[in-house]
């Protein structure tokens, strides 16, 4: 096996996807392209070496991938694949792609972007400014942008059309040098796409908040202000907050500043969840969600291992 084919059989995407196992119901917390850790959301029957059946729904179609129970945690259960050609590399890609952040002022749209950059999620790019007004300010981050498709470029220069606007309305910041050299071709008089000299990381959109208060018996209640933009660059930060507190430590996670949940978000959270039932903690409450969260949040079935109260 090639050293990039090997690397990329220890690549781990966390994805949040609803999954089932032979009847035990759960979310993936990470995938690779041979396997995948799924956290159940109760106890279930299960033996290493257990051969079965995974279910989940991707791209709006049921999948089934026949798969053999690997190893057995406190929390969940790794799942190796059994098909001769597995559905976990597509898995992975679903996750990596497409628009990552989006926020709109009167006048200006900021955007951030993950994986390819092209046609597999020309519709949700499309979203971010049909039926909004020319001549807008688009800032566009690719820090997570790992190439950049013909179609692609297609797609921005379909922007540049729709916003009608000057030569700097569109600017994309944080290129990498492929997909900084595959943009250059579209600089060029009369195309209004520009690069922002401003290469700064802009961290505010993943900051957190937290808080601690003490409970009736002396315990933590650590509640934790979600930031506005929730995604894989959070990862480290998130954990930090809850590592090395007290065993019985209570968690709450405070959704009201949050515009946005990346699919790593899911996987993210499911840790704290890991972590909280290893330390016997009660379950973690969330709170303050807007109907777009608290919509992503059920769409991953996370009323499973999460309390919500308003």
Request: hydrophobic share 40%; aromatic share 10%.
């Amino acid at each position: 096996m090639s050293e990039t084919a090997n690397r990329r059989r220890h690549e781990r995407v966390f994805c949040g996807l609803p999954m089932e196992f032979d009847g035990c119901v759960g979310n993936a917390l990470d995938v690779n392209e041979i396997a995948v850790f799924l956290i159940l959301a109760s106890p279930c029957a299960v033996t290493e070496g257990q051969n079965g059946v995974l279910k989940f729904v991707l791209e709006g179609k049921l999948v089934e991938e026949r798969a053999t129970v690997a190893r057995i945690t406190k929390a969940g259960i790794s799942l190796a694949s059994l098909e001769e050609v597995s559905i976990f590399p597509k898995l992975m890609e679903s996750s990596r792609s497409g628009v990552k952040f989006v926020e709109h002022t009167k006048m200006e749209t900021s955007a951030h972007f993950r994986g390819e950059f092209g046609a597999s999620f020309w519709d949700d790019f499309l979203r971010i400014y049909d039926g909004r007004g020319p001549a807008r300010r688009y800032r566009l981050n690719f820090a997570n942008v790992a190439t950049i498709s013909p179609s692609g470029l297609a797609m921005l220069l379909h922007l540049v059309d729709y916003n009608q606007g000057g030569k700097d309305d569109i600017q994309i910041s944080h290129c990498n040098k492929e997909v900084l050299k595959t943009i250059s071709q579209l600089l060029a008089p009369g195309i209004a796409i520009s690069l922002s000299a401003d290469d700064a990381s802009n961290d505010e959109t993943h900051k957190f908040g937290v808080s601690v208060a003490y409970g009736a018996r002396g315990e933590e209640i650590v509640t934790i202000r979600i930031a506005r933009m929730f995604d894989y660059n959070c990862r480290l930060e998130f954990a930090k907050i809850y590592r090395n507190r007290p065993k019985n430590t209570e968690y709450i996670l405070d959704f009201q500043d949050t515009l946005h949940l990346g699919k790593a978000a899911f996987g993210t959270m499911l840790l704290l969840n890991q972590h909280n039932r290893e330390h016997q903690g009660r379950p973690v409450r969330i709170i303050n969600c807007s109907p777009f969260i608290r919509s992503s949040l059920d769409s991953m079935k996370f009323g499973r291992f999460f309390e919500f109260t308003s």
